[in-house]
């Protein structure tokens, strides 16, 4: 310590730099607000992703910062608050339960941009975004028509709310195009991450007889249970092959990296503006994993011509006619459920057993 | 076997795999508390015990190392427990809530790296001859150690409470600290022994979870068991053979509720998820009744701090 003193006006130099380096980028800070933990390998984990990529995009520019496992409801009010209090200028709350204090934070922060997934509650500042995963589950439900031995689909699925109930329905649809005899065997776990239950779940539809497990969860345990007991499995909004390298027949993968990035730009750029994006395949919100090796070439050739079709719009997994659970003709042929009916499903179209829970 | 036989085989296995993890948690918090110590680290424990027994299964590459390695890391959960609550002789309730964040905290702070790998899940290993009898066979004798572990331990236990001098010694110093200490027996070794126990338990519990219930690691996979377990030891009255009782009630409505649900069954699962707990508070309000028979089915010096005066 020969020059203490220089060293010291050195230090000062620096954070002087720094500080005047924080003033000129005018750092963007973006928030996230997950329902699971970013340790799920599902739907929070592909969430975290896409934030990952805005750190990647933007570097220093942008500054990210998340909390996870937030349970929907009264607490989720409370973090949101806390993140838009904390100078967050961008903000998304990645759960269909959080819609409610995201409004009501919103409407305290009007400064603040908030994006909420899978709701339809939106004002100025606050928009929503989701992905039609119901064309990954229609592609899906071609190919488990073609497979399933038993002629049972059994689905793990969540909550009854209609972005469930649209994608047990599209696997219904599409699994009776090309099967009628394929039925659709639901149980609702009443939780987005239970690995146990989800896992006994799956146990109980196997017993039941089903031969193809989707699931509507966030935990690779459904897909596990197939692995272990030999049918067939789906991944949830990633590649989960890792956990079933057999029996994954594909995975629906969730990609948020472009929609975020997009966004955050929007915010540098000062022309954020509230809308509901809801994007597919087309988009590449919606990605389809790699088939499986083992299932057959002529089924594999079924379901991508179903996602080409979806792609170029001359097909789409809700056109009619669209039949509910009591034979009732909810659209005739020749029309498509448009996305404020998509949105609000909450009916069973034939094909699926047992009455959907209110 | 017809088919209706062979559903409600699977239905009970299933349950089988479903009460275990709750077993041993509950039956361990059950010693615990028996000495007077309450612990409500459990969920924190079990997480703790998951997360180490995947690791320890992973790294090894031999699932009963990660059995081993469960137990171990949620003993240690609970020295640490005992050593704020019995030597640092801090709140017991505010402890153990702490316990079980950490443990949240922790387990997936460990477990990072081990997300998305899966191991080899304990193999079962029936009874020869007799795991050969149909239907009753594969039901009672073709299992996983952990689950003959627990059944026994069941017994075992009961033994040692009710018919052992040692349980005597336990349930006294769980019922009265002061005369315990007073007649000279080591009071604060004793309760940091329970508390051990239990975290071992609540260790093998997490165990179960990540080697065989659901052979992966994943956050907060418990996914409240541990509460369970806590609610499952005043259902029980702090008594092992109606933990095992109320383990299988407990699995058993979680089962045959999705059981039910797959067959078309129109009750709502809400209600039947809701009744183990409302049996649990129907309980309660039993031996609360009065003064006699709390103090004839409860631990008297439950949750409060001991110190020994010379």
Not at chain 2, 48 to 72: E, M, P, Q, R
Request: contains cysteine; glycine residues 12%; charged residues 15%.
């Amino acid at each position: 310590m020969k020059h203490p003193f220089k060293k010291i006006v050195g230090i000062a130099a620096t954070v002087a730099g720094l500080a005047i380096a924080g003033q000129s980028m005018a750092e963007t800070k973006v928030g996230f607000v997950y329902v699971g933990p970013v340790g799920d390998h599902g739907w929070t984990y592909r969430h975290d992703i896409g934030r990952q990529a805005i750190e990647d995009k933007f570097g220093d520019q942008v500054k990210t910062t998340y909390v996870e496992s937030v349970k929907e409801g009264p607490d989720a009010e409370r973090v949101v608050r806390k993140m838009a209090a904390s100078g967050h200028d961008l903000i998304f709350t990645t759960s269909f339960g959080f819609m409610n204090p995201t409004l009501k934070v919103a409407k305290k922060f009007p400064k603040v941009k908030f994006e909420h997934a899978t709701g339809y509650k939106r004002v100025k500042n606050m928009s929503t975004f989701a992905g039609r995963f119901y064309e990954g589950r229609y592609v899906v439900g071609t190919a488990a028509g073609h497979m399933t031995k038993s002629n049972i689909i059994g689905y793990v699925a969540s909550f009854p709310i209609p972005e469930v109930v649209r994608g047990i329905n599209a696997v219904a649809r599409s699994a009776r195009a090309v099967n009628p005899d394929a039925t659709v065997k639901v149980v609702w776990v009443n939780s987005w991450y239970d690995p146990g239950k989800e896992a006994d779940a799956a146990k109980t539809l196997i017993d039941q007889g089903a031969d193809i497990i989707l699931q509507h969860t966030d935990s690779p345990a459904p897909l596990q249970v197939a692995e272990q007991r030999g049918v067939w499995g789906v991944g949830q909004a990633s590649d989960m092959s890792s956990y079933a390298p057999n029996n994954q027949l594909t995975a629906i993968i969730d990609n948020w990296d472009q929609y975020y990035i997009e966004r955050t730009q929007a915010v540098i750029d000062g022309n954020w503006k509230s809308g509901d994006t809801w994007g597919g395949i087309k988009s590449g919100m919606v990605e389809m994993a790699p088939w499986n090796d083992a299932v057959p070439a002529d089924v594999v050739a079924a379901a991508e011509k179903v996602q080409k079709a979806i792609v170029d719009g001359s097909l789409h997994p809700f056109q009619g006619p669209v039949i509910n659970q009591n034979g009732e003709q909810v659209i005739p042929a020749g029309e498509v459920l448009d996305d404020g009916a998509l949105s609000g499903m909450n009916y069973y179209v034939q094909g699926v057993e047992g009455s959907l829970p209110k | 076997m017809s088919d209706s036989m062979t559903i409600l085989l699977a239905a009970s296995l299933t349950i089988i795999g479903a009460a275990t993890p709750l077993l041993f948690a509950a039956l361990g918090e059950l010693i615990t508390e028996r000495s007077g110590v309450l612990n409500l680290g459990v969920e924190g424990m079990m997480l703790i015990g998951a997360v180490s027994a995947f690791a320890g299964a992973l790294i090894t590459g031999n699932t009963y190392i990660g059995v081993l390695c469960g137990a171990f890391a949620g003993m240690l959960m609970a020295l640490l427990h005992g050593y704020l609550t019995l030597t640092l002789m801090t709140n017991q309730v505010a402890t153990g809530l702490s316990i079980t964040i950490f443990g949240v905290g922790l387990s997936a702070l460990i477990g990072l790296e081990f997300v998305g790998v899966t191991v080899e899940p304990l193999s079962n290993l029936p009874v020869p001859l007799l795991s050969e009898i149909p239907f009753f066979g594969t039901l009672l004798f073709d299992h996983n150690l952990l689950v003959y572990l627990s059944v026994a331990l069941v017994f075992g236990l009961s033994f040692f409470i009710f018919k052992t001098r040692g349980g005597l010694i336990l349930r006294a110093v769980g019922d009265s600290p002061e005369s315990s200490h007073a007649l000279g027996y080591p009071v604060i070794k004793i309760r940091y022994m329970a508390l051990m126990f239990g975290g071992l338990m609540a260790g093998l519990g997490g165990a179960y979870l990540s080697l065989i219930y659901t052979p992966m690691w994943s956050e907060n996979m418990t996914a409240g068991r541990g509460w369970v377990a806590l609610a499952l030891v005043v259902f029980a009255t702090w008594k092992p053979w109606r933990v095992l009782l109320g383990a299988y009630m407990f699995g058993g409505v979680t089962i045959l509720q999705l059981h039910g649900q797959g067959f078309g069954l129109d009750i709502p699962s809400q209600f039947l998820s809701m009744l183990p707990y409302l049996a649990t508070i129907l309980v309660l309000v039993l031996i609360s009744r009065d003064r006699l028979k709390l103090r004839e089915n409860s631990p008297a010096s439950l949750g409060r701090t001991f110190r020994p005066t010379a």
